[in-house]
């Protein structure tokens, strides 16, 4: 199918004709996006029955998340439309990308966080890219609605996924699949915080097939976490928790639209518990040397736990078919929440600085 010569140009460059720009839009990219689809033999064993595992790895995007494809359209169409200030309520990684990308167009950028719920790596992003930080004494729903109504009176553009040119930038990640695969895969699991990210995928799928550059539809299947999984239980979750900090989330501002892209898909909304997060995040880590942040990982317990042996109550495939070639998209770099990871680093072996000693405790 497609082989681009402007893969290492960014989402906007790359997948241009499909996307809401003209000659007009200042293009403000850090070349995101062509991230790679890691073909997972041990993850394919372990589902077994013929079936294939592919990791979209998301955390090599420049800020270290998926929210790079969808900022570059934002920034870009608000740059555009002359805005000099964006805002947005983010778990972390959407405001490293907010912040990224507006120091790169020279605007200012302002975002609302739930104080005490971010992880370190991405704190620190936002104070590095320069962006105004505030912490506030809520979850993200709560700043999120503050986003909103300070969008409804200042002169501020909102770049959360409630932009719709967030949600056509991240869209270019099916895209990349179905040019990698040659055809879109028979099955999409992912990870649903404010549930952006699931609907872009779906209409970035639905594109290609509509265009013809797919045959088929993959079935979605969404994994929140089991302490915020307002989809899941059809009902708003007051005080969301997880150790996932990036989808601790409890009114997700795409759930509609979520919601439909999983039952029209013929997919599931399923919850992975937090203890199911960890040991899936240090699995792919110790067994394909990837290392996500938690969010991420809940893809991959989700796969786990669409394991053949294990018959599914919630998803109308009841078991993931046959040669399935199975998509897991994991959204964000380990790097990103080193406090999780510090219980990792407990037990470290010390030694004098001689040979025989290390010999010793190998
Ligand atoms: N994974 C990671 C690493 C995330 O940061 C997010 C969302 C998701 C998954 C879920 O994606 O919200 O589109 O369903 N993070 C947002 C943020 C909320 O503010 O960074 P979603």
């Known amino acids: 199918m497609f082989s681009s010569p402007l893969h290492d140009r960014g989402v906007i460059a790359r997948w241009r004709p499909y996307l809401p720009v003209t000659d007009a839009t200042p293009v403000v990219s850090l070349n995101e996006g062509s991230t790679p689809l890691i073909h997972s033999p041990k993850l394919s064993a372990l589902v077994g029955r013929g079936c294939e595992v592919f990791v979209k790895y998301e955390g090599l995007n420049p800020t270290g998340s998926f929210k790079d494809r969808g900022m570059t359209m934002a920034i870009s169409k608000a740059v555009e439309g002359g805005a000099k200030a964006v805002i947005c309520a983010s778990t972390g990684n959407t405001s490293a990308a907010a912040a990224a990308y507006a120091a790169r167009a020279g605007i200012t950028c302002i975002v609302l966080l739930p104080a005490g719920k971010i992880a370190l790596g991405k704190l620190a992003q936002a104070f590095m890219y320069g962006s105004k930080v505030v912490a506030i004494d809520g979850n993200f729903d709560d700043a999120l609605r503050l986003v909103r109504e300070i969008g409804e009176t200042e002169p501020i553009a909102i770049v959360n996924s409630i932009n719709p040119f967030r949600l056509e930038g991240q869209k270019t990640a099916s895209f990349e699949i179905i040019d990698v695969l040659g055809d879109a895969p028979d099955v999409h699991i992912m990870p649903v915080g404010n549930a952006g990210n699931i609907s872009a995928y779906w209409l970035g799928y639905r594109e290609f097939h509509q265009l013809g550059k797919a045959t088929k539809l993959p079935k979605m299947i969404g994994f929140q976490a089991a302490g ?128 025989s000693a290390i010999l010793r405790l190998l």
């Open 228 to 355: 915020s999984a307002p989809i899941y239980y059809g009902k708003v979750v007051e005080n969301p928790d997880t150790i996932a900090t990036a989808i601790r989330i409890g009114n997700p501002a795409s759930w509609s639209l979520a919601s439909a892209a999983m039952k029209d898909s013929g997919g599931a909304c399923d919850i992975v518990t937090d203890e199911e997060i960890l040991a899936a995040q240090r699995w792919l880590a110790a067994n394909e040397g990837i290392f996500v942040e938690p969010a991420s990982a809940a893809s991959i317990a989700g796969l786990l736990k669409c394991q053949s042996d294990r018959r599914c109550d919630v998803c109308p495939m009841r078991f993931i078919p046959e040669g399935s070639r199975i998509v897991c998209t994991v959204t964000g770099h380990g790097l990103k929440d080193p406090d999780v990871a510090k219980d990792a680093i407990r037990g470290i072996s010390t030694a004098p600085a001689e040979k």
